[in-house]
């Protein structure tokens, strides 16, 4: 049985990877991302997401920014921790091309 999920997510290292698993397995039909802040700031959340599914060949999937930050407290980020990305590959050069599926929630 073929499971529709939508993966909401705060991409840094391990949301990147559970992202990657969830898209290779056959038995999860990924609708959708949504992104919020976490491991950095939304903006770089959503263009971590974007750059997997880009590098994944994946520009059918739906992307959207989720909340700036959370509901009950301000915004805590750790570039220490995570980089200042919060990407895996913070030092490769992978462009974001054209995902036209990308919008912004409110």
Same mark, same amino acid.
């Given at each position: ?15 990147? !990877?559970?992202?990657? +698993?969830?898209? @290779?397995?056959? %038995?999860?039909?990924?609708? *959708?991302?949504?992104?919020? =802040? ?13 750059? !997997?599914?880009?590098? +994944?060949?994946? @520009?059918?999937? %739906?992307?959207?920014?989720? *909340?700036?930050?959370?509901? =009950? ?34």
């Amino acid at each position: 049985m073929i499971h529709p999920i939508i993966c909401d997510c705060d991409p840094g290292h391990d949301d990147a !990877i559970a992202l990657i +698993l969830a898209l @290779s397995r056959k %038995e999860l039909d990924v609708k *959708a991302v949504t992104t919020s =802040a976490g491991n950095q700031t939304p903006d770089k959340t959503l263009n971590n997401a974007l750059r !997997i599914l880009t590098l +994944l060949n994946r @520009s059918d999937i %739906e992307v959207a920014a989720g *909340a700036i930050k959370p509901l =009950a407290r301000e915004l805590i980020i750790a570039p220490s921790v995570h980089g200042e990305s919060a990407s895996m590959a913070q030092n490769c050069r992978i462009q974001v091309l054209q995902h036209h599926h990308s919008m912004a929630l409110s």
